[in-house]
C-alpha cells in the first residue's frame, strides 16, 4: 500500500508568482485535505477535497484554491505570492464521507514553500 | 485567542522519564481530540484517537480528555531519544467534517 506522496519537496518562489503543489492519496482514499503549516506553528486547514468537490474551506483567500482529480490525487495553487506564505503544505488523505464520525487522516510529507 | 493552546516548550527530559504534554481549548464543540507525533522534515503521524471524554492507553502512551476543564494531555511513559520530535494534539467538533484545528505543537528532546 502507498502512503501519500506530495511533490517536490522543496521549492523557491518570488513575490508575485503563482505555484503549483501537488499531492498522491493513499491507496482507496477519497478524500484530501490542505493545510499550512508556518515555522514553529501548527498546521492551519486550507481546504478539503471528496470526490472531487470543495468540501470546506479555512480562513485563507481567494488565490489559494485547489482540484482534486478521478484518481483522487489533487492539487494546491497559489497566486500572487506574499512572502507570508513561505510555510510547509501538508496533504493529508482519508476515506469519506468527511460528515461522518472521525476519519483517520494520513499526512504526506510536506512541500516547503519558501517565498523570497 | 486561539481556539487550541499549546505550550511549545521545548521540554527537555533524560531517558526514562514520564513526559506530559497538554493542551487546552475554547471550542466546547470538539468531540474528537488526537495527538499527533511529528519528527523533523516529515508529515504528522497519529499516535492516539479520543473521543470525548476519558483516558486511552497505547503501550507507553496514555491519552487524557477532561472536557468539563477543556484540557487534553498526553502521558509517555519511559521516554526514549526516540520520542523526540514535536508533539501536535489536534481536534475536530461533532459534524465537524474531518477537519482538524491544532495546537502549536510542543517541541521533546529526550536526551541520553
Known amino acids: 500500500e502507498t502512503g501519500v506522496t506530495q511533490s517536490p519537496t522543496h521549492l523557491i518562489k518570488t513575490r508575485g508568482q503563482q505555484v503549483t503543489l501537488r499531492c498522491s492519496s493513499q491507496?482507496?482514499?477519497?478524500?484530501v485535505s490542505w493545510y499550512q503549516q508556518a515555522l514553529g506553528q501548527g498546521p492551519q486547514f486550507i481546504f478539503q477535497?471528496?470526490?472531487?468537490?470543495?468540501?470546506g474551506r479555512g480562513n485563507f483567500p481567494p488565490r489559494f484554491s485547489g482540484l482534486q482529480f478521478p484518481n483522487y490525487s489533487s492539487e494546491l495553487n497559489v497566486n500572487a505570492l506574499e512572502l507570508d506564505d513561505s510555510a510547509l503544505y501538508l496533504c493529508?488523505?482519508?476515506?469519506?464521507?468527511?460528515?461522518?464520525?472521525?476519519?483517520?487522516?494520513?499526512f504526506g510529507p510536506g512541500t516547503r514553500l519558501t517565498v523570497l | 485567542q486561539k481556539e487550541v493552546e499549546q505550550d511549545p516548550g521545548p521540554l527537555s527530559v533524560p531517558e526514562g522519564a514520564i513526559v506530559s504534554l497538554n493542551c487546552t481549548y475554547s471550542n466546547s464543540a470538539f468531540q474528537y481530540f488526537m495527538w499527533y507525533r511529528q519528527y523533523s522534515r516529515k508529515g504528522p503521524e497519529l499516535l492516539m484517537y479520543?473521543?470525548?471524554?476519558g483516558n486511552k492507553e497505547d503501550g507507553r502512551f496514555t491519552a487524557q480528555v477532561d472536557k468539563s476543564s477543556k484540557y487534553i494531555s498526553l502521558f509517555i511513559r519511559d521516554s526514549q531519544p526516540s520520542d523526540s520530535a514535536t508533539y501536535l494534539c489536534?481536534?475536530?467538533?461533532?459534524?465537524?467534517?474531518?477537519?482538524?484545528?491544532f495546537g502549536t505543537g510542543t517541541q521533546l528532546k529526550v536526551e541520553l
Open positions: 493529508a488523505s482519508s476515506l469519506g464521507p468527511p460528515k461522518s464520525s472521525y476519519n483517520e487522516q494520513f
Open positions: 477535497y471528496y470526490r472531487e468537490e470543495e468540501n
Open positions: 491507496s482507496g482514499h477519497n478524500t
Open positions: 479520543t473521543y470525548s471524554s
Open positions: 489536534a481536534m475536530i467538533p461533532t459534524g465537524g467534517g474531518n477537519k482538524l484545528t
